[in-house]
Structures are given as structure tokens and as C-alpha cells.
């Protein structure tokens, strides 16, 4: 085993070779989305941290100026160091790390898709619940081996629909594959969204 992993984190060993990595939005923490990941896959381990951002006593994965506006060198901060602990964290648990599937809802999908774009080769999936464009990279990675699930609200006050099709296009021109789904629904998750985000995961190859 390697170091202990330094989030705070809740780790629950599946009977498959896939771990799905849930990321909380903000004011979450660990104990969020356990219930969400047993739904999508009850076979799958479950590897959850807290951010480590406060806001108000909030916590979140990385700082925002304003909703919606990011900053963005604590975003770019943020994300290696979150990666970094997946890899010592699949290292401690002996994950298989070809198959760590990121599972964010708001927050946590905006960080998933910002390590998607600066740590290509860390994620084979992405499932990304409500989530914006965290930032447009100057060079594009190779995403052409990653599949990823956008799912957003038609009546969402914080991701406009614009901003779903944006960034399902930037993945997209990075390789990726990419399925966007609209649900009849606001910032929050529907029984539609985790239906077919379970239905999207059978499918996936790995
Ligand atoms: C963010 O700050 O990541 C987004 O505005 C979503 C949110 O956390 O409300």
C-alpha cells in the first residue's frame, strides 16, 4: 500500500474491477453521493473526497469568484492536486486505474471535466451531473479513448443550455465521446437522470 491518501475521503470496495470517483457539489462532502454511486452500480468500489475549498464553511473543490465565475488558477491547482490523490489513492487501495469512471454532480462535475482536460489518461469516463465549461484549454488533450455522459437541467438558473452544448462540443474536439441528455429539471438531479446515467454505465465497455 502506498501513503495514506490526504483528502478526507470515504473508500467502499466493490466486487468489480470499476471504481466510480464521486465528486459532491458544493456544501457536500464524502458522505453525498455513496447513496448515488450504489444505485448507478452496486458492483462498482466507490471512491468519494471532500473538497477542500470552503466557502461560508462550504466545502467545494475549488474557489469561485462569483457563481458561475471561476478562479482559475486555483481551479488548475485544485485539479492536479485532486488527481494526484486518485493516483495515490488507486495506489493504496489497488484500484485498477484503467477504470476509475468520474461520477460529479455541479461542483464536482466541473472539476471532473477540468481533470479531463488537464489530466488526460487519469479517467476512462466521465458522468458529468450539471456541469459548465471550467475552462478552455490553449492546447486541446487526446481524449479520443474517454466516453463521457453530460446531463443537465432544460431549466437550470446556473448552467445555461449554451453552456452544456459548449461544453460537449470542447470534449468532443478533444476525441472524446460524448452522449448530452436534457432532463425536465433545474440545478437538481431527477429519478431520469440517475435512470439513465445507470442505463449509460451498463453499457459502457469497462
Ligand atoms: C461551481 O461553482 O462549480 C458552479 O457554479 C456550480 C455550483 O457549485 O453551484
Given at each position: 500500500m502506498g501513503p495514506q491518501p490526504d483528502f478526507i475521503h470515504q473508500f467502499v470496495p466493490g466486487k468489480?474491477?470499476?471504481?466510480l470517483l464521486l465528486l459532491h457539489g458544493t456544501g457536500g462532502d464524502e458522505r453525498d453521493l455513496i447513496p448515488l454511486g450504489h444505485e448507478l452500480d452496486s458492483n462498482a468500489s466507490l471512491l468519494s473526497p471532500r473538497g477542500k475549498v470552503l466557502e461560508n464553511g462550504r466545502p467545494r473543490f475549488?474557489?469561485?469568484?462569483?457563481e458561475g465565475v471561476f478562479d482559475l488558477e486555483d481551479?488548475?491547482?485544485r485539479t492536479h492536486e485532486l488527481a494526484?490523490?486518485?493516483n495515490s489513492a488507486a495506489k493504496h487501495y489497488q484500484i485498477n486505474?484503467?477504470?476509475?469512471?468520474?461520477?460529479?454532480?455541479s461542483n464536482g462535475a466541473n472539476i471532473a471535466a477540468s481533470m479531463l482536460l488537464l489530466r488526460p489518461g487519469l479517467l476512462s469516463a466521465g458522468l458529468?451531473?450539471?456541469a459548465m465549461v471550467p475552462f478552455v484549454p490553449d492546447k486541446l488533450p487526446n481524449l479520443?479513448?474517454?466516453t463521457v455522459f453530460i446531463g443537465a437541467g432544460t431549466f437550470d438558473p446556473i448552467v445555461p443550455a449554451s453552456n452544456t452544448k459548449e461544453l460537449a462540443e470542447l470534449l468532443r474536439s478533444a476525441g472524446a465521446d460524448v452522449t448530452t441528455r436534457f432532463f425536465q429539471s433545474g440545478h437538481e438531479l431527477t429519478s431520469d437522470d440517475v435512470d439513465l446515467a445507470r442505463e449509460w454505465l451498463t453499457r459502457l465497455q469497462y
Open positions: 468489480s474491477d470499476r471504481t475549488f474557489r469561485r469568484l462569483a481551479l488548475q491547482k494526484d490523490f486518485v486505474n484503467k477504470q476509475i469512471i468520474a461520477v460529479g454532480y458529468l451531473l450539471r479520443s479513448s474517454v
